[in-house]
């Protein structure tokens, strides 16, 4: 078996096992083992669908639940009735996440996410989430890092999903302190599916910040932008934007949207 011994032990020992599913590489890569540890019958996969979740995540975990026989359920997590999460403070995500486990926590008494070793270092307010809610972290445990999530990805046959960029909610675009609207986080959507469509699978963000909208692209793409592909680009922007803010084209930050208070 290609899943490593040490995630298979922590796989196997929970006597049932829900999965919170973001369709990213790490939870799509640990639901993926989890099926080949535990069997299909042995899984659970629980899926949010909110404003905040892009629509191709979505798609992306059905097709994927599909294609490895694994039982899905989608679900509202209620974050939008929570004035804390709305209010996108500093720690935003951790109102997320409670709300998240809170509603998977009814639903089967383990619940395991995609964590990695390499989020351990940064700052995520969502893990305290966890925390509170005794959410198993089976790559962790295992010592997995983010690259060694990846390589297991290719191992298990998951294809191009393993080379998924990074892609937080999209509720991390909006800057700190900027109310979550379900109408921006559609903006968002919209004008990232339309980039994609585009520039292919590549890092990119539509950003809400006080001045405006912001698209950042990957720095080697962005430099590599002839005058009249900016031009055009910001022409489609605008066009998805439609409210009159300013619109600007960047290289890519890192968490640029986020503001320590």
Request: aromatic share 4%.
């Amino acid at each position: 078996m290609t899943v490593p011994a040490a995630l298979q032990a922590a796989l196997a020992r929970p006597a049932s096992l829900t999965i919170a599913l973001s369709g990213g590489i790490d939870s799509l890569t640990l639901s993926a083992a989890a099926a080949k540890v535990r069997g299909t019958e042995g899984v659970t996969l629980c899926h949010a669908v909110s404003a905040a979740v892009p629509s191709a995540a979505t798609a992306r975990v059905k097709d994927f639940a599909a294609a490895w026989g694994l039982p899905l359920k989608l679900v509202d997590a209620g974050e939008f009735a929570d004035p804390s999460y709305r209010a996108n403070p500093v720690n935003r995500c951790y109102f997320c996440k409670s709300n998240l486990y809170g509603t998977l926590a009814r639903m089967g008494p383990l619940v395991a996410a995609g964590t990695n070793t390499d989020d351990l270092s940064d700052y995520r307010p969502g893990l305290q989430a966890a925390a509170e809610h005794s959410v198993l972290h089976p790559f962790v445990d295992a010592q997995m890092s983010k690259a060694d999530v990846r390589a297991l990805a290719r191992a298990l046959g998951l294809g191009e999903l393993a080379e998924l960029p990074a892609a937080p909610c999209l509720a991390s675009r909006i800057e700190t302190g900027l109310r979550v609207e379900p109408a921006d986080l559609a903006v968002i959507d919209r004008v990232e599916t339309l980039l994609r469509a585009a520039l292919g699978n590549v890092t990119l963000r539509c950003r809400r910040l006080r001045g405006g909208w912001v698209v950042e692209l990957d720095p080697p793409i962005y430099e590599g932008l002839s005058a009249q592909k900016r031009a055009a680009i910001l022409t489609q922007v605008r066009r998805a934007t439609d409210d009159g803010r300013a619109v600007d084209l960047r290289a890519y930050s890192r968490g640029s949207a986020f503001v320590h208070q």
